[in-house]
Protein backbone atom coordinates (compact mmCIF):
# COMPACT_ATOMS: atom_id res chain seq x y z
CA UNK A 1 0.00 0.00 0.00
CA UNK A 2 1.39 3.25 -0.91
CA UNK A 3 -0.74 5.64 0.75
CA UNK A 4 -1.68 7.33 -2.16
CA UNK A 5 -5.81 6.77 -2.32
CA UNK A 6 -7.75 7.19 -5.56
CA UNK A 7 -11.50 7.68 -6.41
CA UNK A 8 -12.89 5.89 -8.49
CA UNK A 9 -11.22 2.47 -9.26
CA UNK A 10 -13.52 2.40 -12.44
CA UNK A 11 -15.86 4.77 -14.22
CA UNK A 12 -17.82 4.10 -17.71
CA UNK A 13 -20.04 7.21 -19.36
CA UNK A 14 -20.04 8.07 -22.60
CA UNK A 15 -18.69 10.65 -24.84
CA UNK A 16 -19.39 14.15 -24.20
CA UNK A 17 -19.83 14.05 -20.71
CA UNK A 18 -17.93 14.78 -18.15
CA UNK A 19 -16.02 12.98 -14.48
CA UNK A 20 -14.03 14.34 -11.97
CA UNK A 21 -11.41 11.61 -10.43
CA UNK A 22 -10.18 12.48 -6.95
CA UNK A 23 -6.73 11.58 -5.15
CA UNK A 24 -5.51 12.15 -1.54
CA UNK A 25 -1.57 12.36 -1.45
CA UNK A 26 0.80 10.08 1.22
CA UNK A 27 -0.23 11.96 4.81
CA UNK A 28 2.73 14.78 4.63
CA UNK A 29 3.00 15.36 1.09
CA UNK A 30 2.71 18.15 -0.78
CA UNK A 31 3.61 17.43 -4.45
CA UNK A 32 0.61 15.42 -6.50
CA UNK A 33 1.22 14.44 -10.11
CA UNK A 34 -1.05 13.46 -12.68
CA UNK A 35 -0.16 10.62 -15.27
CA UNK A 36 -2.32 9.37 -17.84
CA UNK A 37 -1.56 5.46 -18.88
CA UNK A 38 -3.25 4.53 -22.45
CA UNK A 39 -2.10 0.97 -24.70
CA UNK A 40 -0.79 3.97 -27.09
CA UNK A 41 1.30 6.54 -25.37
CA UNK A 42 1.98 4.98 -22.36
CA UNK A 43 2.64 6.80 -19.34
CA UNK A 44 1.95 10.59 -19.96
CA UNK A 45 2.80 13.38 -17.55
CA UNK A 46 -0.35 15.82 -17.50
CA UNK A 47 0.07 17.86 -14.53
CA UNK A 48 1.68 18.44 -10.94
CA UNK A 49 0.51 20.54 -7.41
CA UNK A 50 2.36 22.05 -4.63
CA UNK A 51 0.82 22.93 -2.07
CA UNK A 52 -1.80 24.10 -3.52
CA UNK A 53 -0.15 25.79 -6.80
CA UNK A 54 0.58 24.59 -9.93
CA UNK A 55 4.16 23.43 -10.60
CA UNK A 56 4.06 21.94 -13.85
CA UNK A 57 2.15 21.03 -16.82
CA UNK A 58 2.69 18.19 -19.33
CA UNK A 59 0.31 17.10 -22.23
CA UNK A 60 -3.08 18.09 -20.74
CA UNK A 61 -5.56 18.54 -22.62
CA UNK A 62 -7.51 21.78 -22.74
CA UNK A 63 -10.59 19.38 -21.90
CA UNK A 64 -8.91 18.86 -18.78
CA UNK A 65 -8.28 20.39 -15.53
CA UNK A 66 -7.18 20.17 -12.01
CA UNK A 67 -7.04 21.62 -8.60
CA UNK A 68 -5.21 21.05 -5.26
CA UNK A 69 -7.42 21.58 -2.02
CA UNK A 70 -6.06 23.03 1.10
CA UNK A 71 -6.61 19.64 2.57
CA UNK A 72 -4.20 19.00 0.25
CA UNK A 73 -6.58 16.17 -2.05
CA UNK A 74 -6.39 16.71 -5.98
CA UNK A 75 -9.29 16.68 -8.03
CA UNK A 76 -8.63 15.99 -12.21
CA UNK A 77 -11.67 17.19 -14.06
CA UNK A 78 -12.52 15.88 -17.49
CA UNK A 79 -14.93 17.28 -19.70
CA UNK A 80 -16.20 17.05 -23.21
CA UNK A 81 -14.91 13.17 -23.30
CA UNK A 82 -13.92 11.10 -26.46
CA UNK A 83 -13.68 8.01 -27.08
CA UNK A 84 -9.56 8.36 -26.59
CA UNK A 85 -9.27 9.60 -23.61
CA UNK A 86 -10.21 6.01 -22.18
CA UNK A 87 -7.15 5.14 -20.21
CA UNK A 88 -6.01 4.62 -16.46
CA UNK A 89 -5.22 7.74 -14.39
CA UNK A 90 -2.38 7.28 -11.95
CA UNK A 91 -2.16 9.96 -9.13
CA UNK A 92 1.10 10.47 -7.48
CA UNK A 93 1.99 12.15 -4.56
CA UNK A 94 6.15 12.90 -2.84
CA UNK A 95 7.88 14.80 0.32
CA UNK A 96 9.86 17.64 -0.21
CA UNK A 97 13.36 17.26 0.33
CA UNK A 98 12.83 13.19 -1.10
CA UNK A 99 15.25 12.19 -3.52
CA UNK A 100 12.53 12.34 -6.32
CA UNK A 101 10.80 9.21 -5.63
CA UNK A 102 7.03 9.43 -6.71
CA UNK A 103 4.18 6.84 -4.73
CA UNK A 104 1.38 5.86 -6.66
CA UNK A 105 -1.95 4.67 -6.50
CA UNK A 106 -3.74 2.19 -8.12
CA UNK A 107 -5.29 4.18 -10.68
CA UNK A 108 -8.54 5.54 -11.76
CA UNK A 109 -9.58 3.42 -15.09
CA UNK A 110 -12.10 5.87 -17.13
CA UNK A 111 -14.22 3.82 -20.30
CA UNK A 112 -16.12 6.25 -23.00
CA UNK A 113 -17.87 4.65 -24.76
CA UNK B 1 14.05 17.83 -24.33
CA UNK B 2 14.44 15.09 -21.53
CA UNK B 3 13.11 11.46 -22.78
CA UNK B 4 13.57 7.69 -21.86
CA UNK B 5 13.98 4.64 -24.19
CA UNK B 6 13.37 1.19 -23.40
CA UNK B 7 13.70 -2.00 -25.52
CA UNK B 8 10.68 -3.18 -26.94
CA UNK B 9 9.06 -6.02 -24.95
CA UNK B 10 7.01 -8.63 -25.01
CA UNK B 11 10.42 -10.31 -23.66
CA UNK B 12 9.54 -13.69 -22.33
CA UNK B 13 11.35 -16.00 -20.44
CA UNK B 14 11.71 -19.18 -18.45
CA UNK B 15 11.90 -19.62 -15.12
CA UNK B 16 15.41 -18.52 -13.87
CA UNK B 17 16.56 -17.39 -16.90
CA UNK B 18 18.62 -14.37 -16.84
CA UNK B 19 16.75 -10.42 -17.98
CA UNK B 20 18.49 -7.76 -19.01
CA UNK B 21 15.81 -4.47 -20.00
CA UNK B 22 17.45 -2.32 -21.95
CA UNK B 23 16.78 1.86 -20.71
CA UNK B 24 18.82 4.78 -22.07
CA UNK B 25 17.79 8.28 -21.62
CA UNK B 26 18.84 11.98 -22.63
CA UNK B 27 18.70 14.70 -20.13
CA UNK B 28 20.30 17.92 -19.25
CA UNK B 29 21.90 18.35 -15.69
CA UNK B 30 22.44 15.19 -13.62
CA UNK B 31 19.05 13.20 -13.45
CA UNK B 32 18.25 10.55 -10.80
CA UNK B 33 17.53 7.35 -12.59
CA UNK B 34 14.62 4.80 -11.25
CA UNK B 35 12.91 1.44 -12.19
CA UNK B 36 9.12 1.04 -11.51
CA UNK B 37 6.98 -2.07 -11.82
CA UNK B 38 3.52 -2.52 -12.45
CA UNK B 39 1.73 -5.52 -11.89
CA UNK B 40 -1.56 -6.63 -13.27
CA UNK B 41 -4.24 -4.66 -12.08
CA UNK B 42 -2.22 -2.31 -10.01
CA UNK B 43 -0.18 0.60 -9.62
CA UNK B 44 3.35 1.35 -9.91
CA UNK B 45 5.78 0.35 -7.59
CA UNK B 46 9.52 1.68 -6.89
CA UNK B 47 12.08 -1.01 -7.47
CA UNK B 48 15.32 0.84 -7.21
CA UNK B 49 17.03 4.10 -8.12
CA UNK B 50 20.38 5.53 -8.37
CA UNK B 51 20.72 9.51 -7.72
CA UNK B 52 24.26 9.74 -9.28
CA UNK B 53 26.76 8.40 -11.94
CA UNK B 54 28.92 4.85 -11.49
CA UNK B 55 25.38 4.25 -8.55
CA UNK B 56 24.10 0.69 -8.67
CA UNK B 57 20.32 0.25 -7.33
CA UNK B 58 19.82 -3.07 -6.45
CA UNK B 59 16.75 -4.86 -4.63
CA UNK B 60 14.47 -8.18 -4.68
CA UNK B 61 17.22 -9.39 -6.74
CA UNK B 62 16.97 -6.80 -9.87
CA UNK B 63 20.04 -4.02 -9.84
CA UNK B 64 20.88 -1.80 -12.46
CA UNK B 65 23.97 0.86 -12.78
CA UNK B 66 23.85 4.65 -13.27
CA UNK B 67 26.10 5.03 -16.92
CA UNK B 68 26.84 8.63 -17.36
CA UNK B 69 29.14 7.68 -20.37
CA UNK B 70 26.40 5.74 -22.49
CA UNK B 71 23.70 7.59 -20.89
CA UNK B 72 22.15 3.63 -20.23
CA UNK B 73 20.41 2.50 -16.66
CA UNK B 74 19.80 -1.40 -17.75
CA UNK B 75 17.97 -3.30 -15.55
CA UNK B 76 19.18 -6.84 -14.40
CA UNK B 77 18.20 -10.21 -12.75
CA UNK B 78 20.20 -13.46 -12.64
CA UNK B 79 17.11 -15.89 -12.01
CA UNK B 80 14.10 -14.27 -12.93
CA UNK B 81 10.41 -16.11 -11.31
CA UNK B 82 7.33 -16.66 -12.34
CA UNK B 83 5.87 -14.09 -9.71
CA UNK B 84 8.53 -11.55 -11.56
CA UNK B 85 5.96 -11.41 -14.46
CA UNK B 86 5.11 -7.69 -14.83
CA UNK B 87 5.94 -4.79 -16.68
CA UNK B 88 8.95 -2.43 -15.72
CA UNK B 89 9.53 1.57 -16.63
CA UNK B 90 12.51 3.44 -16.28
CA UNK B 91 12.42 6.64 -15.35
CA UNK B 92 14.41 10.05 -15.19
CA UNK B 93 13.36 12.66 -12.39
CA UNK B 94 14.19 16.47 -13.89
CA UNK B 95 15.55 17.16 -10.95
CA UNK B 96 17.09 20.19 -12.49
CA UNK B 97 14.02 21.88 -13.07
CA UNK B 98 12.83 21.55 -9.15
CA UNK B 99 9.44 19.88 -10.42
CA UNK B 100 10.27 16.12 -9.49
CA UNK B 101 7.80 14.84 -12.29
CA UNK B 102 9.29 11.96 -13.54
CA UNK B 103 9.78 11.32 -17.23
CA UNK B 104 8.55 7.56 -18.38
CA UNK B 105 9.87 5.26 -21.12
CA UNK B 106 7.19 3.10 -22.78
CA UNK B 107 7.66 0.44 -20.57
CA UNK B 108 8.52 -3.39 -21.00
CA UNK B 109 6.00 -6.75 -20.26
CA UNK B 110 8.26 -9.51 -19.15
CA UNK B 111 6.34 -12.97 -18.89
CA UNK B 112 8.05 -15.47 -17.05
CA UNK B 113 7.07 -19.11 -18.18
CA UNK B 114 7.57 -22.14 -15.75
Same mark, same amino acid.
Given at each position: DSGVTQTPKHLITATGQRVTLRCSPRSGDLSVYWYQQSLDQGLQFLIQYYNGEERAKGN? %? /??FSAQQFPDLHSELNLS? %? /?????ALYFCASSSRGGTGELFFGEGSRLTVL | GNSVTQMEGPVTLSEEAFLTINCTYTATGYPSLFWYVQYPGEGLQLLLKATKADDKGSNKGFEATYRKETTSFHLEKGSVQVSDSAVYFCALSEGSSNTGKLIFGQGTTLQVKP
Open positions: I %L /ERS %L /ELGDS | -
